[in-house]
């Protein structure tokens, strides 16, 4: 993945559709999939956009990338997006060993975030994850059981949040 990697940042390429260009060179058959808000208790926390690397059809493959795109409605701090994801994890099965190990993992690769900046995550069944901040590289999580748990958290259908996770599997009509 790392060679991969590599070769994505020596690309360059022209901003579409706000998904980092790395990921775009990488594949060019990225389609947007689904978008929703999340919020808590009526605050707007971020607008979720669902992309998945596939042919066009109604559901995607298993086993095609996908990626995550998270624009930020409010600041919030490093610490806050890696205890809320640790206790997802722990919600969706993750045991207590991986949560320690994948909380290092997290305080890695996620940023702390202010309002409208834009986290991407990449998730690349079987092999792991990569993570984009303000559409720069910010690191890469090379286990592919951290990247479906963590993927899990908007994807699974035991998401806390039903509603944003049916915005993001319901594809628009094109």
């Known amino acids: 993945m790392k060679a991969l990697l590599a070769m994505l940042l020596l690309a360059g390429s022209t901003l579409t ?20 808000e999340m919020s808590w208790f009526g ?14 059809g109604a559901n995607p493959p298993a086993d095609a990338p996908s990626a995550l795109q998270l624009e930020y409605r409010r600041d919030i ?19 207590e060993a991986q949560l ?6 997290l305080q890695r690769v996620l940023p702390d975030v202010r309002e409208g900046e834009t986290v991407v995550g990449v998730h690349y069944p079987g092999q792991g994850a990569v993570f984009f901040h303000r559409g720069r ?8 059981e951290f ?10 259908e035991r998401s806390r949040s039903p509603a944003l996770r049916a915005a993001l599997l319901t594809r628009p009509e094109r």
């Open 17 to 36: 559709h706000a998904l980092p260009d790395a990921v775009r060179q990488e594949r060019s058959d990225w389609r947007q999939w689904g978008s929703g």
């Open 147 to 156: 990247a479906r748990l963590f993927f899990a958290i908007w994807l699974d």
């Open 137 to 144: 590289l910010n690191g890469e999580v090379s286990d592919a």
């Open 77 to 95: 701090p490093r610490e806050r997006l890696v205890e809320s994801s640790v206790d997802e994890m722990r919600r969706l099965g993750a045991s």
């Open 100 to 105: 320690q190990r994948w909380q290092r993992e």
């Open 43 to 56: 605050i707007a926390l971020y607008r979720a956009t669902l992309w998945v690397a596939a042919q066009p």
